[in-house]
């Protein structure tokens, strides 16, 4: 398995932007699938996004299309997330999550995925 660090969590005003980073160690980072979920205070874990192991595919929750954008630099062994057009209820503990995958393949259950990260705060104050 990978092993996952996020970062770039934060407190930031509705309408504005963050970028979250997601680092991961291992030399067969291409190999995975990787995708984007959070969990606010009281409520499940929910998909956010994914993307493919090449980069070529993405995939988004419908309450983020538009204002999230998912992408990966395998040279990095990292995958990102850019937040813009930031809602309060948008705050949320946001965890990166990996799986090997056979195919090009978009893994939006979390239950597919087998490494995770340990999660970074974002907070959107209205």
């Known amino acids: 398995q990978v092993q996952l660090v996020e970062s770039g969590g934060g407190l930031v005003q509705a309408g504005g932007s963050l970028g979250l980073s997601c680092a991961a160690s291992?030399?067969?980072?291409?190999?995975?699938?990787m995708g984007w979920f959070r969990q606010a205070p009281g409520k499940e874990r929910e998909f956010v996004s994914t993307?493919?192991?090449?980069?070529?595919?993405?995939s988004y929750a419908d309450s983020v299309k538009g204002r999230f954008t998912i992408s990966r630099d395998n040279a990095k062994n990292t995958v990102y997330l850019q937040m813009n057009s930031l809602k309060p209820e948008d705050t949320a503990n946001y965890y990166c999550?990996?799986?090997?995958?056979?195919?090009?393949?978009?893994?939006?259950?979390?239950?597919?995925?087998?490494?995770w990260g340990q999660g970074t705060q974002v907070t959107v104050s209205s």
């Open positions: 291992g030399r067969t980072f291409s190999s995975y699938a």
């Open positions: 993307i493919t192991r090449s980069g070529t595919r993405t």
């Open positions: 999550a990996g799986r090997t995958a056979l195919g090009d393949t978009l893994l939006s259950l979390s239950g597919y995925y087998n490494s």
